[in-house]
């Protein structure tokens, strides 16, 4: 599989632990030193405004998707490489998730989690097969993990879904799961 570009599902907000932010601008740095193009949704607050300005200051490649409705509320960045501005919230998610070759997962809210879950439904259901990676920033993605198992163990999903998604503690060891999906 060829990863030229990477979808950052991520909050639109801080979150408690300055750790949060730091892995996300590293991550951005990271992902342009790889060349992979960053495809994220738009805003240029929380998050998602340090993965992207982390990009950018590295000369990466960014493309940025936002709901008309967020352009304010998400200080939507139109200074990136690509820039477009959707109808509807469905209509963002898609246009990253086709735009992009693999998924990763930063510290988030319920829009970050909606979003996952939307790829890793589409991954179940066959139509993707795109590497999913979460980054679990001081074990903030934990009880996801349990609740996955949870999941699998009472018979709602086959084991495989939670194969679809690859755990990684820090922005290096998750560039290095998408470049060993790369190859």
């Known amino acids: 599989m060829s990863i030229k570009s990477v979808c950052v599902y991520c909050g639109s907000r801080h979150g408690a632990d300055p750790a949060y932010a730091e892995a996300a601008r590293?991550?951005?740095?990271l992902l342009a030193h790889e060349g992979l193009q960053l495809v994220y949704g738009a805003g240029d607050v929380g998050l998602m405004g340090e993965v992207a300005r982390a990009a950018q200051a590295e000369g990466g490649r960014?493309?940025?998707v936002i709901p008309e409705h967020l352009v304010r509320r998400e200080v939507g960045k139109s200074d990136l490489s690509t820039y477009v501005v959707t109808e509807t919230m469905h209509e963002r998610k898609k246009v990253m998730l086709w735009n992009a070759d693999a998924i990763l997962l930063l510290p988030g809210g319920a829009g970050s989690l909606d979003e996952l879950f939307e790829a890793l439904t589409w991954r179940q259901l066959g139509l993707h097969?795109?590497?999913?990676?979460?980054?679990?920033?001081?074990?903030?993605?934990d009880p996801l993990r349990a609740l996955l198992r949870q999941v699998t163990e009472q018979g709602f999903a086959g084991p495989e879904t939670a194969d679809y998604l690859i755990w990684a503690d820090t922005p290096v060891a998750a560039i290095a799961a998408l470049?060993?999906?790369r190859s």
């Open 129 to 141: 097969g795109k590497p999913i990676v979460v980054l679990n920033t001081n074990g903030y993605w």
């Open 26 to 29: 590293e991550t951005g740095t």
């Open 179 to 181: 470049r060993d999906a």
């Open 62 to 64: 960014t493309f940025g």
